[in-house]
């Protein structure tokens, strides 16, 4: 064959390679280690064209050589080795890689020693090729299937559940690439494959970089415009819509740091979709925002879901808040804002009784140290409007006042503030409020007044509290202590008397 004529034949898929190679330095999607794949296929592939140019043009000669021994079981290697630089673009190997080329490496010295073993093909001296008269003649078709199968296989697993429109296309190139190679091996045709390997890689590096550009790079679920995206192309098909949020990704990163921040989102994430249910699609709509859209599924299929969901949260350190709403009339839209709203709700309830149990763990600590120094305790719990729902005084208190329990001296704030001295009790009261109403949270309550015991007389005590707020600085709780001090005032003020 005219060396010209050889050239020309490869002349497309040079061009192909050379362009995918320039391209790869304006990619912003695809991971370095992907681009250094693709880099590396690009090689191969190019390689694989070169040696086979050189093997044709050797068969030519009128005796073997050498290199033609070595060049066509090397051929036959690079077909298979070129299958597994295209899943590792995509990170397919990344355990136990060594059972991915074992096939290979068998097979080499298998292929290798074939002259003179005959055991797959031979050349004879003329320089002719003689396939083995037995069904190994077909060994490197074989070898070659089995990593078009696992690329296959590694493919749907990487990509199944959001790539289906990019699956097929690969598929369909797959499948017509075999019937090509099926058919020239049917009809004994030679012919390279370079130029097929070549095109089967800018398809797959175009179907990888649309699927990246569909993920969200930290997560890989879908992302934002994805979202919007299938708002409008899925509205005949969603049934459902669920709103999700991450409680305290601001604290984890504050507190911990970004990646500690990244790690949250990822494990969120991955409980999300670990139940791999059918016609779910989740994205990441934001920071710490999911939204998840349900095909063709019913409120008790959603319910379930959920559910499924939290429990998989539940052995983590995270907590999500969940909202969900089933779709009517089509509007995706409308249903998503009342799934955000249920969400909120539910948010707020997480958020109040996680405040509620560290108020009531910081409430514990305060008593028992209170109980230590024999001071006594009271405490106050607000709802979320910040009006007062409880008090309580503490058996120490009542016992400072004289009193037994709760019977003679009851959980109410008229119990304290109606034994208020009247030179006192404006002045104390307003301290006591401003402190409730000061939202930000800078005012302390600390006064000092009179108290008329059970016993009828007036003593000194020193009051301090401290407000538990929410988020919003809505009071939570409201705790604090009185110290009987009248032994430390002068005499003339110890029989002060209303």
């Known amino acids: ?53 050189i093997e044709r043009v050797l068969r030519e000669v009128g005796h073997l050589t050498v290199a033609r021994i070595i060049l066509t079981p090397t051929i036959y290697l690079l077909h298979p080795i070129i299958m597994l ?47 083995a008269d037995s069904i190994l003649s077909y060994y490197p078709y074989f070898l070659f299937a089995i990593y078009v199968v696992l690329f296959i296989g590694a493919y749907t697993v990487r990509y199944g559940l959001y790539g ?71 509205k005949d098909h969603v049934t459902a819509v669920v709103s999700v949020d991450m409680n305290n990704l601001k604290k984890i990163n504050d507190s911990e740091g970004h990646a500690a921040g990244d790690l949250a989102l990822k494990t969120v994430s991955e409980c999300l979709i670990k139940n791999k249910l059918n016609r779910k699609k989740v994205y990441r709509v934001g920071g710490d925002e999911y939204a998840i859209f349900y095909i063709g599924k019913t409120e008790e299929q959603v319910q379930k879901d959920i559910e499924d969901m939290r429990e998989e949260l539940a052995k983590t350190p995270y907590v999500c808040a969940f909202g969900y709403q089933m779709v009517k009339d089509k509007n995706i839209e409308e249903a998503m804002r009342l799934a955000d709203n249920k969400m909120y709700s539910n948010k707020a309830k997480l958020k109040d009784t996680e405040e509620r149990r560290i108020a009531a763990h910081k409430e514990a600590t305060i008593r028992v140290m209170h109980e230590a120094l024999g001071s006594g305790m009271w405490g106050m719990e607000f709802d979320e409007d910040g009006i007062m729902t409880s008090v309580e005084w503490s058996p120490e208190f009542r016992r400072m006042m004289g009193y037994t329990d709760e019977n003679d001296f009851p959980n109410e704030l008229s119990s304290w503030s109606d034994l208020l001295h009247p030179d006192d009790k404006a002045r104390v009261l307003k301290e006591f409020n401003d402190t409730i109403s000061d939202y930000s949270g800078n005012k302390n309550y600390d006064v000092e007044y009179r108290l008329k015991v059970k016993s009828g007389e007036w003593r000194w005590f020193h009051a301090i509290g ?8 809505v009071p939570l709780s409201y705790v604090g202590m009185f110290v009987d001090i009248t032994d430390r005032k002068p005499s003339d003020r110890k029989s002060s008397t209303a």
């Open 164 to 234: 289906s429109v990019e699956r097929r296309g690969i598929l369909i190139s797959i499948i017509a690439a075999t019937i090509g190679v099926i058919l020239h091996v049917v009809f004994d045709i030679d012919a390279d494959y370079g130029t097929l390997f070549a095109s089967l890689l800018l398809i797959y590096y175009i179907s990888l970089y649309v699927l990246t550009s569909k993920e969200d790079t930290l997560t890989h679920l879908l992302n934002r415009q994805c979202y919007y995206h299938d708002m409008q192309k899925l």
């Open 466 to 473: 401290r407000l538990l707020r929410r988020e919003n600085g």
């Open 85 to 131: 630089g295209i899943m590792d673009m995509a990170e397919f190997i990344k355990k136990r890689r060594i059972l991915y080329y074992l096939p290979i490496l068998i097979s080499a010295p298998i292929l290798y020693s074939s002259q003179w073993t005959h055991l797959i093909y031979y050349f004879d001296d003329a320089n002719l090729y003689h396939a």
């Open 1 to 53: 064959m005219d060396i010209k004529a050889l050239i020309l034949n490869n002349y497309v898929m040079t061009a192909e390679l050379l362009g995918l190679w320039v391209m790869l330095d304006s990619n912003v999607h695809l991971k370095k280690r992907t681009i250094n794949a693709t880099r590396v296929v690009i090689l191969l592939i190019f390689s694989e064209a070169v040696c086979w140019t």
